[in-house]
């Protein structure tokens, strides 16, 4: 079945380091991918996407790239800051009917000053 | 972007009472709205799948006559946890999605049952 791999957390950086979190996926046909960010004490909110392959999705300076070869989508970021303090989830939607997004585990990260 | 909104944020019970949360999306119209449940640094669960004017659609282990879900309008759906007791307190999320675009996602309800 279609399914999200992501790394296991706590991830700790030290504020201006470069970050990478790692995401596979398992599924048929073409998914759309997604990273949301979950905040201390607050829903999901969505952080990037990228529909198709080769399709770079960016925002707040992170960025993914959906790599069919490697059945990736890493988020990563040039240069953390400590108000990126969150739970980063990557997901996909493989485009049935009901749109069901299927969650990574979620990946906790620290930004230290 | 999309807005949808939850009511209330936190809500504290008595085991056996019942709680009603809402869920709007407050600037498009949703077709589906979706339930899901999260525990202490857990990923999200889905619970079920609502459709404006139809039954809801539950996930495999919820228990339907405990989670009833009613999805009246294109811009509202509520979750009633019937009964509530302490394995019931959670963090529950909605979201309402528009057909082929993104999930957006309400700020989350914090249900403790004493």
């Known amino acids: 079945g279609n399914s999200v791999t992501q790394m296991e957390g706590p991830v700790t950086l030290s504020e201006e380091a470069f970050l990478t979190i790692n995401c596979t996926y398992t599924?048929?046909?073409?998914?759309?991918l997604f990273w949301y960010v979950q905040y201390p004490g607050e829903g999901l909110q969505l952080l990037l996407k990228?529909?198709?392959?080769?399709d770079k999705g960016s925002n707040k300076g992170f960025e993914a790239t959906y790599r069919k070869e490697t059945t990736s989508f890493h988020l990563e970021k040039g240069s953390v800051q400590v108000s990126d303090s969150a739970v980063y989830f990557c997901?996909?939607?493989?485009?049935?009917?009901?749109?069901?997004?299927?969650f990574g585990k979620g990946t906790r990260l620290h930004i230290l000053p | 972007g999309a807005v949808v909104s939850q009511h209330p944020s936190w809500v504290i019970c008595k085991s056996g009472t019942s709680v009603k949360i809402e869920c709007r999306s407050l600037?498009?119209?949703?077709?589906?709205m979706f339930w899901y449940r999260q525990f202490p640094k857990q990923s999200l669960m889905l619970m079920a799948t609502?459709?404006?004017?139809?039954?809801?659609?539950?996930e495999q282990g919820v228990e339907k006559d405990k989670f009833l879900i009613n999805h009246a309008s294109l811009t509202l759906s509520t979750l009633t946890v019937t009964s509530a007791h302490p394995e019931d307190s959670s963090f529950y999320i909605c979201?309402?999605?528009?057909?082929?675009?993104?999930?957006?996602f309400g700020p989350g309800t914090r249900l403790t049952v004493l």
């Open positions: 599924a048929t046909g073409y998914p759309s």
């Open positions: 600037d498009f119209q949703a077709t589906t």
């Open positions: 997901a996909l939607v493989w485009g049935n009917r009901d749109d069901k997004i299927i």
């Open positions: 979201s309402a999605s528009i057909p082929a675009d993104t999930q957006y």
């Open positions: 609502s459709n404006e004017g139809s039954k809801a659609t539950y």
């Open positions: 990228a529909t198709k392959a080769d």
